[in-house]
């Protein structure tokens, strides 16, 4: 399951433009109601997710919903379908988009845009000239390493009136120089505290002021549309790279036998038959039998060193100093060492975090098998690479070109980095 169907689960059921007209009961806040919790519920999840693009424009969405609502209040208890057609067409085209975020198929800029874009352009059709809306933010997105004040970028309509202003942790900080269709906001960057691997979201609240309608300006009076602003606090390390594989090598195994040659034999001479189990996949290393004492020397050998053939022949004879004056050979001790090498795997795992804009390279052990690459970025999604089968990371590139080393290079989207709040 990728992470658009798990937000279409966990989002709230939606209905349709048509269903709407078919709830005789549905009221104009109803719809805007079912709309925002969805929208909310998409970006929620979006933004646990690392999908910021989606979060961005279901948080837009819910900016455009709450200008409309703000400024259809007189409206809001009445039946869905005595509404005129340019209002239930601005609640149908927010249906759809939310549709398709749903699906997923909102997934650039440009399309994320011509969303939020038409969306925009019914509300406007349907509020007044002085009503200040908004369908558009950068800037939330805060990185860490980045030493400038945050700039809050909002876009809209009608923001020339008083002084807008968003609030953060009790304090306000203004516009500079706030025009009709654009406002920027400094915000101190010390405000935003950087964890090293969980993301953190802090909300402020967007202040518009504007004027109510009055006769030739008497009997207005001032009033404010307030919007949440969430900001991503992105945390220190971009994620954790996992690398696994088996170390090849050789392991020598030894089995030793030691006896006693009696007294009086009548040879002085032993011969040996050694059968290795060739289901052991064991082989002798062609070496000379190690014996002692220094009296009993090695005169015969014929060893195969074959998995098919894996017996070994040896023939160890003493020195006639042994031997007594009538011939005949005294007791002695023997030692033989048969040695063999058998293939290792040794298991090796190495972690490492990985940040924002700075390559990592991972050295791999020469004789290195099975070679297995996990990267997992900041928001918990993984994802695995091998030499053979090396998908696209949602935030790095993986190579595996050089020799004995791993390569892991990130990459910011483009329209992360446009949301990047300096």
């Not at 009221?27 to 999908?51: F, H, M, P, Q, V």
């Not at 088996?246 to 030793?256: F, K, M, Q, S, W």
């Amino acid at each position: 399951m990728n992470y658009y169907s798990a937000i279409l689960l966990s989002s709230v059921v939606f209905f349709t433009a048509q269903d709407i007209f078919a709830e005789n009961s549905t009221t104009l806040a109803k719809a805007i109601d079912r709309n925002e919790k969805s929208s909310k519920s998409i970006a929620t999840d979006s933004r646990e997710a690392g999908d910021f693009l989606t979060a961005r424009t279901a948080q837009e969405l819910l900016l455009l919903l709450s200008s409309f609502e703000a400024s259809n209040e007189k409206q809001l208890e009445a039946a869905f379908e005595s509404v005129d057609k340019e209002r239930r067409g601005f609640i149908g085209a927010i249906e759809s988009a939310v549709t398709d975020l749903n699906r997923g198929v909102v997934n650039t800029t440009d399309r994320s845009e011509r969303v939020v874009d038409e969306a925009h352009q019914l509300l406007k059709a349907v509020t007044s000239d002085s009503f200040p809306t908004v369908f558009r933010f950068r800037g939330t997105v805060v990185f860490p390493g980045d030493q400038a004040d945050i700039r809050l970028r909002v876009r809209g309509n009608n923001f020339e009136y008083g002084e807008p202003y968003i609030e953060l942790d009790g304090q306000s900080y203004p516009a500079s120089r706030p025009t009709t269709k654009e406002l920027v906001i400094k915000i101190p960057r010390g405000l935003f505290i950087h964890d090293d691997e969980v993301m953190v979201v802090k909300t402020g609240t967007l202040h518009l002021p504007y004027e109510t309608g009055g006769f030739f300006g008497l009997f207005s009076s001032d009033r404010a549309i307030v919007h949440e602003i969430n900001f991503v606090v992105l945390p220190k390390f971009l994620g954790h790279t996992k690398v696994q594989y088996d170390v090849l090598g050789t392991e020598r195994r030894e089995v030793v036998e030691t006896g006693i040659w009696h007294e009086n034999a009548p040879s002085g001479c032993r011969s040996f038959r050694k059968r290795i189990p060739a289901g052991q996949e064991k082989r002798s290393d062609g070496g000379k039998p190690q014996t002692e004492p220094h009296s009993v020397k090695q005169l015969d050998e014929n060893r195969h060193n074959s998995y098919r053939d894996p017996d070994v022949y040896m023939k160890i004879c003493a020195d006639p100093e042994v031997a007594d004056s009538n011939g005949r050979v005294k007791s002695f001790r023997y030692k033989i060492v048969e040695s063999w090498l058998e293939p290792t795997r040794t298991p090796t795992v190495t972690e490492q975090q990985v940040n924002w804009e700075a390559d990592s390279t991972i050295t791999i052990h020469e004789n290195a098998d099975n070679l297995l690459f996990t990267f997992t970025d900041f928001s918990g999604r993984e994802t695995e690479h091998t030499p053979s089968s090396n998908p696209e990371a949602r935030y790095g590139q993986v190579s595996f070109d050089e020799p004995e080393m791993v390569l892991f290079r990130p990459i910011i989207p483009k329209y992360l980095t446009a949301e990047r709040g300096r």
